[in-house]
T-cell receptor
């Protein structure tokens, strides 16, 4: 099955710890994205990557970091610098950056206490 | 940047009823997508519709790009249609960023 996988589904961490969220796609898409969703809100863009070894900040990049070493993988690290890390995190991909339809993974719910 | 507004914010329907959800956007777009977020959080692609009309079963969507709005029609609603419906748009001439509305929360009751 082609698609986007995110792991884990639920993640719990103590304040002050960095945590890495996984996103993998086997759709052969060039572009990948990370969004954050807070309760009752829409999605906000954290980072995006158009090609391997390249990525750009979105609207709310502070406290987050990413890497894109492989086409199919785009992990997101939530660092201790992120002031309100508890949220629902969604990864997406599209065929190319200019190919407009984005497809989403199932998401990871991160709780930091 | 582009602004995306959805209405109504909440909608309760009885099973079998029809509904129309609206999405207004502030600038010209080259991407307009409708999503359904199910109770587990998964975003399901419904339509990619920067202009024109599309239909898929009981769902259809129309985007009037010149007037900067899109409509999602749900006919003969079912309880499985419950969830949050998001509209997302990308401003024409810009790269990558989809701007999401705050969604319409739909509850379909028996």
């Amino acid at each position: 099955d082609g698609g986007i996988t995110q792991s884990p589904k639920y993640l719990f961490r103590k304040e002050g710890q960095n945590v890495t969220l996984s996103c993998e796609q086997n759709l052969n898409h060039d572009a990948m994205y990370w969004y954050r969703q807070d309760p009752g809100q829409g999605l906000r863009l954290i980072y995006y990557s158009q090609i391997v070894n390249d990525f750009q900040k979105g609207d709310i990049a502070e406290g987050y970091s990413v890497s894109r070493e492989k086409k199919e993988s785009f992990p997101l690290t939530v660092t201790s610098a992120q002031k309100n890390p508890t949220a629902f995190y969604l990864c997406a991909s599209s065929l190319t950056e200019s190919s407009y339809e984005q497809y989403f993974g199932p998401g990871t719910r991160l709780t930091v206490t | 940047g582009i602004q995306v507004e959805q209405s109504p914010p909440d909608l309760i329907l009885q099973e079998g009823a029809n509904s129309t959800l609206r999405c207004n956007f502030s600038d010209s777009v080259n991407n307009l997508q409708w999503f359904h977020q199910n109770p587990w959080g998964q975003l399901i692609n419904l339509f990619y519709i920067p202009s024109g009309t599309k239909q898929n079963g009981r769902l259809s969507a129309t985007t009037v790009a010149t007037e900067r709005y899109s409509l999602l029609y749900i006919s003969s609603s079912q309880t499985t249609d419950s969830g949050v419906y998001f509209c997302a748009a990308r401003e024409a001439g810009t790269a990558s960023k989809l701007t999401f509305g705050t969604g319409t929360r739909l509850q379909v009751t028996l």
